[in-house]
């Protein structure tokens, strides 16, 4: 990053509220559809698809329940995989080049694909046997393409077919489609999202870098690289390409990127008077978007919202700091949520957590119960 200029040292408050902005957390927009609420974070994780619905919800003031998968069955939004190997949804205009980005380093050969007995001979005719049952506008189950594969000598058994579903899709062969009650279908994305043409790896990595910079600014290119599941080596040549629109901010002794000079960090901090607060799924983009955690997350509670592996709990999070965990229940009509806070919280960010929470229960059309407990 030496090539930046304009280095400006930021505060913490004005480096969070920069990300809060570049995120759309700062102030949830309205008249937003969902396809541009996913494309400006360029895709959310959507293995667990109810909390990808929060995460627009958390950037939207008039997100109605039933958008999210009108815009699925619209082809607007695209559930496949893509940043790091996992579940996302994308914007259809979105697809194509993402993947081009992300691809070539996320589909190599892997020690995990070897241990499962799956080499490119076996993906080979995975991908021919699956192209011939959907072809035509065909929609299948994960269980139909299983059996599919059986019958044709491919064993789908254990962790084999999700490899091969996740594999095929971030070759852009297949994507998921609107699902058959609660179960997801797949499709041929080239019928589903028919390709405009083709796509240059050096373009769509440096548009990757671009977008990136836009929706989680200010970064560093390990959080990059994180983020896309890119070598780092990838990650920097996509940062090189875009360095001239690039500017250094410095937070905590470290440099940072934002995208263009007018960041106004600074400046949209010293304004902002009542407290932002927001209530987050366990896998957004906030948490999501750095490796880096340190800056919005107190490393002292780490493990209260990551005990281990990948899972992350719901967030609850005031002016950019996680400052608690939460969760729902429904019952009777009603909307049960429980707020437990690692930090005690003054009387109008505590108003502002439970304005939040009535937020949640009018978008979910119940009425809500809030539960708060202190730092422990």
């Not at 608690?324 to 009603?334: D, K, L, S």
Request: charged content about 20%; hydrophobic content about 40%.
């Amino acid at each position: 990053m030496d090539a930046m200029n304009n280095v400006e040292t930021l505060g913490d408050d004005a480096g969070r509220h920069l990300r809060l902005r570049a995120q759309g957390l700062a102030r949830p927009a309205s008249d937003v559809q969902p396809e541009a609420l996913v494309a400006a974070l360029i895709g959310v994780q959507a293995q667990d698809m109810p909390g990808a619905e929060l995460s627009l919800w958390a950037r939207s003031a008039d997100l109605r329940p039933g958008q999210l998968g009108q815009a699925i069955g619209d082809r607007r939004v695209v559930r496949t995989w893509a940043m790091r190997g996992a579940l996302h949804l994308l914007a259809g205009s979105d697809v194509r080049w993402v993947l081009a980005a992300i691809s070539p380093a996320l589909t190599k050969p892997s020690a995990r694909h070897a241990g499962l007995g799956l080499d490119s001979d076996t993906f080979a005719g995975a991908e021919s046997i699956l192209r011939a049952a959907l072809h035509g506008g065909q929609r299948r189950t994960r269980a139909e393409l299983g059996e599919t594969l059986r019958a044709h000598g491919i064993a789908p058994d254990g962790q084999r077919l999700p490899h091969i579903l996740g594999y095929l899709s971030l070759q852009g062969v297949l994507c998921q489609g609107p699902p058959c009650g609660t179960e997801p279908t797949y499709v041929l994305l080239d019928e589903w999202i028919p390709a405009d043409g083709p796509v240059e790896r050096t373009d769509a990595l440096g548009r990757l870098a671009r977008r990136y910079l836009t929706g989680y600014g200010s970064a560093h290119v390990r959080d990059f690289a994180w983020w896309s599941g890119l070598p780092l080596s990838d990650a920097r040549m996509a940062w090189d390409l875009i360095m001239p629109e690039i500017t250094a901010v410095i937070i905590r002794g470290t440099r940072y990127a934002v995208l263009g000079s007018g960041h106004g960090g600074s400046a949209s901090t010293s304004t902002r008077t009542a407290p932002n607060a927001r209530l987050l799924p366990g896998f957004d983009s906030y948490m999501l978007g750095y490796k880096d955690r340190g800056l919005i997350l107190d490393p002292a509670y780490t493990k209260r919202v990551n005990a281990g592996g990948g899972m992350l709990k719901p967030t609850v999070v005031v002016n950019g700091c996680v400052v608690g965990v939460w969760g729902r229940t429904i019952q009777r009509r009603r909307l049960g949520v429980t707020v437990t806070l690692f930090v005690c919280l003054a009387a109008d960010a505590a108003d502002a957590v439970a304005d939040e929470a009535v937020r949640l229960g009018r978008f979910l059309e119940l009425e809500t119960d809030l539960t708060v407990s202190g730092p422990e």
